[in-house]
T-cell receptor, first 110, second 111 residues
Framework: GQNIDQPTEMTATEGAIVQINCTYQTSGFNGLFWYQQHAGEAPTFLSYNVLDGLEEKGRFSSFLSRSKGYSYLLLKELQMKDSASYLC???????????FGGGTRVLVKP | DAGITQSPRHKVTETGTPVTLRCHQTENHRYMYWYRQDPGHGLRLIHYSYGVKDTDKGEVSDGYSVSRSKTEDFLLTLESATSSQTSVYFCAVQGEEETQYFGPGTRLLVL
């Protein structure tokens, strides 16, 4: 079976840093995706971690620890436009199917 | 946007009516997916396709069927719509490095 957990909601201040955690229990785990979804829109791809460690893409970084079943998405220098839901999703080695967590809604305040 | 369109974008229908949603892609992707998204449940996989005429069930497939007669089109049919199928439906394709890219979504209201 698969179980993916992430906080429901987080609030942060413009210019600050926020870390969104995701824990997973996935048999045959192969990698971890992060997507951003603004209200009323489709999810858009942010990052994909297969190996342990930190991957940085501009203001966004994603970390994976396979041994701990843990990932986080780090958003730096928060902007108002970063207010959105952030979805964590795990992919198995076989099957090409994603299993999503419930999403974390991030509210950025001035 | 991976060249994905969905139609219709909004639909209101009555309980018991059959409904077909269309996903169209222009980039020849092999894998296509249908998800539904509901508050408190996140995105859940309904059905997916790994080629023309090749489809398989996802985690919430009851009450839904799919067809893929051409690479570019993946159809989702609600055989007899129920109020529990009121949702936002997203189509996705798999691009490079197993990454899925999503269409704009269809909002379905079943009265």
């Amino acid at each position: 079976g698969q179980n993916i957990d992430q906080p429901t909601e987080m609030t942060a201040t413009e210019g600050a840093i926020v870390q969104i955690n995701c824990t997973y229990q996935t048999s045959g785990f192969n990698g971890l995706f992060w997507y951003q979804q603004h209200a009323g829109e489709a999810p858009t791809f942010l990052s994909y971690n297969v190996l342990d460690g930190l991957e940085e893409k501009g203001r966004f970084s994603s970390f994976l620890s396979r041994s701990k079943g843990y990932s986080y998405l780090l958003l730096k220098e928060l902007q108002m436009k970063d207010s959105a839901s952030y979805l964590c999703a795990a992919i198995k080695a076989a099957g090409n199917k994603l299993t999503f967590g419930g999403g974390t809604r991030v509210l950025v305040k001035p | 946007d991976a060249g994905i369109t969905q139609s219709p974008r909004h639909k209101v229908t009555e309980t018991g009516t059959p409904v077909t949603l269309r996903c169209h892609q222009t980039e020849n992707h092999r894998y296509m997916y249908w998800y539904r998204q509901d508050p408190g449940h996140g995105l859940r996989l309904i059905h997916y396709s790994y080629g023309v005429k090749d489809t398989d069930k996802g985690e919430v497939s009851d009450g839904y069927s799919v067809s893929r007669s051409k690479t570019e089109d993946f159809l989702l049919t609600l055989e007899s719509a129920t109020s529990s199928q009121t949702s936002v439906y997203f189509c996705a394709v798999q691009g490079e490095e197993e990454t899925q890219y999503f269409g704009p979504g269809t909002r379905l209201l079943v009265l």
